[in-house]
C-alpha cells in the first residue's frame, strides 16, 4: 500500500471569508510519458482536505483575497507491473488540468516475480474480450527488457537481469521450466495475434494494392487497341471513378483500425526484440522442448521495417 500525500494553493475568498468553494482533486497514477491526462491507470478523488488559513508570505494578492493550502492523503496499492510511474495531482473531471506531478516511481521484476509477471500478461494476451493487446506487450517488453531501452517505451532502471538469475537448465528445475513455458507462450499469442488480425500492416497492404492495381502505359495501349481506340481506354478510367466512395465513418473506422495495427506491429516489436537481446531469456526460449517460438520470433524480426514501422509478409518483402 502507498499513501500519496498531496498539497495545493488555493485562492479562497476574501481574508474575513470562509474557505469553501475551493475546487476539488482528484490523484492518478500513471505511466511516466503518458500524452493524456485521461489515460490513468487509476484515479482517485480526494474525498477531504484540511486546509491552513496561514497565508505564506506574499500569498496575499493586490485584490486582498488569500492563498490557503489544501492538504490531503489518497490511498494506493502499489503497481504491480514492471515500469515507470509518477502520481499526477489532477482536477477530476475529463480534460484533466495537473496541478502537481511526483518524483518517478519505478517497478521492477525480480527472479521470483517473474513467472507470476509472464502469466499475467499470458492472460492479457489470449483475453479474446480484449481488443487491444499493445498493453500487455509493452508490459512484457518492460518484464523481458535486460537493462537497454526497449524501442518505443519508457524505461525504468530495470536492476540485474530476472532471467540471468534463474536456475541453471541442467538442474531441471521447475520454476525455470514455468518461466519457459510462460515465455514460450506469449511468444506463440503475440505472433499469432499479429498474423490473424494485422498482417499486413497499413503500409503493406497499400503496397500490395498498388502492386495488383497499377498499370503501365504498354497495358493502356494494348487496351485501347482492343477495344478500338482511346475512348475505351477513358472509360475504364471512367468506370474506376465511379467506384463507391468512402463515408466519413469508413473512414474513421480504417483510419482506427490502422491506428491499432500500428499499435499492434510496434508492441509486439518492442517485445520480440527485448527477449532476443537478453541473451538469458533468449536461450530460456530457445531450450523450450517441442517448441518453435524462438525461431518464430527470428523470422519475424527479420521483416521488420523500420521505415515503416510494421512487420511485412513474406511476399511483400
Given at each position: 500500500?502507498?499513501?500519496v500525500d498531496?498539497?495545493?494553493?488555493?485562492d479562497?475568498?476574501?481574508?474575513?471569508?470562509?474557505?469553501?468553494?475551493a475546487p476539488?482533486?482528484?490523484?492518478?497514477l500513471?505511466r511516466?510519458?503518458?500524452?493524456?491526462?485521461?489515460?490513468?491507470?487509476v484515479?482517485?478523488?480526494?474525498?477531504?482536505?484540511?486546509?491552513?488559513r496561514?497565508?505564506?508570505?506574499g500569498a496575499?494578492?493586490?485584490?486582498?483575497?488569500v492563498v490557503?493550502v489544501?492538504?490531503?492523503?489518497?490511498?494506493?496499492?502499489?503497481?504491480?507491473?514492471?515500469?515507470?510511474?509518477?502520481f499526477?495531482?489532477?482536477?477530476?473531471?475529463?480534460?484533466?488540468?495537473v496541478y502537481?506531478?511526483?518524483?518517478v516511481?519505478?517497478?521492477?521484476?525480480?527472479?521470483?516475480?517473474l513467472?507470476?509477471a509472464?502469466?499475467q500478461?499470458?492472460?492479457?494476451?489470449?483475453?479474446?474480450?480484449?481488443?487491444?493487446?499493445?498493453?500487455?506487450?509493452?508490459?512484457?517488453?518492460?518484464?523481458?527488457?535486460?537493462?537497454?531501452?526497449?524501442?518505443g517505451?519508457?524505461?525504468?532502471?530495470?536492476?540485474?537481469?530476472?532471467?540471468a538469475?534463474?536456475?541453471?537448465a541442467?538442474?531441471?528445475?521447475?520454476?525455470?521450466?514455468?518461466?519457459?513455458?510462460a515465455?514460450?507462450?506469449?511468444?506463440?499469442?503475440a505472433l499469432?495475434?499479429?498474423?490473424?488480425?494485422h498482417?499486413p500492416?497499413?503500409?503493406?497492404?497499400?503496397?500490395?494494392?498498388?502492386?495488383t492495381?497499377?498499370?503501365?502505359?504498354?497495358?493502356?495501349h494494348?487496351?485501347a487497341?482492343?477495344?478500338?481506340?482511346g475512348?475505351?481506354a477513358?472509360q475504364?478510367?471512367?468506370?474506376?471513378?465511379k467506384k463507391?466512395?468512402l463515408?466519413?465513418k469508413?473512414?474513421?473506422?480504417?483510419?482506427?483500425?490502422a491506428?491499432?495495427?500500428?499499435?499492434?506491429?510496434?508492441a509486439?516489436?518492442?517485445f520480440?526484440?527485448?527477449v532476443l537481446?537478453n541473451a538469458?531469456?533468449?536461450?530460456?526460449?530457445?531450450e523450450?522442448?517441442g517448441?518453435?517460438?524462438?525461431?518464430?520470433?527470428?523470422?519475424a524480426?527479420?521483416?521488420?521495417?523500420a521505415?515503416t514501422?510494421e512487420?511485412?509478409?513474406?511476399?511483400?518483402?
Amino acid at each position: 500500500r502507498v499513501d500519496v500525500d498531496w498539497e495545493r494553493l488555493v485562492d479562497v475568498g476574501d481574508h474575513d471569508g470562509p474557505p469553501g468553494g475551493a475546487p476539488k482533486v482528484a490523484v492518478g497514477l500513471y505511466r511516466l510519458g503518458a500524452p493524456s491526462n485521461d489515460a490513468a491507470v487509476v484515479v482517485k478523488q480526494a474525498q477531504r482536505a484540511t486546509t491552513s488559513r496561514t497565508a505564506p508570505r506574499g500569498a496575499t494578492t493586490t485584490n486582498g483575497r488569500v492563498v490557503v493550502v489544501m492538504r490531503g492523503r489518497v490511498p494506493f496499492f502499489a503497481p504491480r507491473s514492471a515500469g515507470s510511474f509518477v502520481f499526477r495531482l489532477v482536477d477530476p473531471q475529463p480534460g484533466r488540468e495537473v496541478y502537481a506531478t511526483s518524483p518517478v516511481v519505478d517497478v521492477v521484476v525480480g527472479a521470483e516475480d517473474l513467472a507470476d509477471a509472464l502469466e499475467q500478461s499470458l492472460e492479457h494476451l489470449v483475453d479474446a474480450h480484449r481488443a487491444s493487446k499493445a498493453g500487455a506487450l509493452t508490459q512484457l517488453a518492460l518484464v523481458c527488457d535486460a537493462g537497454a531501452a526497449v524501442p518505443g517505451v519508457v524505461a525504468p532502471d530495470l536492476g540485474p537481469n530476472a532471467f540471468a538469475a534463474l536456475p541453471n537448465a541442467t538442474a531441471g528445475n521447475p520454476y525455470r521450466d514455468r518461466c519457459a513455458a510462460a515465455l514460450t507462450a506469449c511468444v506463440d499469442a503475440a505472433l499469432d495475434a499479429l498474423e490473424t488480425h494485422h498482417v499486413p500492416g497499413p503500409s503493406a497492404a497499400a503496397a500490395l494494392a498498388r502492386a495488383t492495381t497499377t498499370t503501365t502505359k504498354d497495358d493502356e495501349h494494348s487496351k485501347a487497341a482492343e477495344g478500338g481506340g482511346g475512348p475505351c481506354a477513358l472509360q475504364v478510367d471512367d468506370a474506376d471513378s465511379k467506384k463507391p466512395q468512402l463515408t466519413v465513418k469508413e473512414m474513421k473506422a480504417r483510419a482506427a483500425e490502422a491506428r491499432r495495427a500500428r499499435e499492434a506491429h510496434g508492441a509486439t516489436h518492442a517485445f520480440l526484440a527485448a527477449v532476443l537481446g537478453n541473451a538469458p531469456a533468449a536461450r530460456l526460449l530457445a531450450e523450450a522442448p517441442g517448441s518453435s517460438a524462438f525461431d518464430r520470433a527470428r523470422e519475424a524480426l527479420a521483416r521488420w521495417c523500420a521505415a515503416t514501422e510494421e512487420f511485412w509478409p513474406d511476399a511483400a518483402a
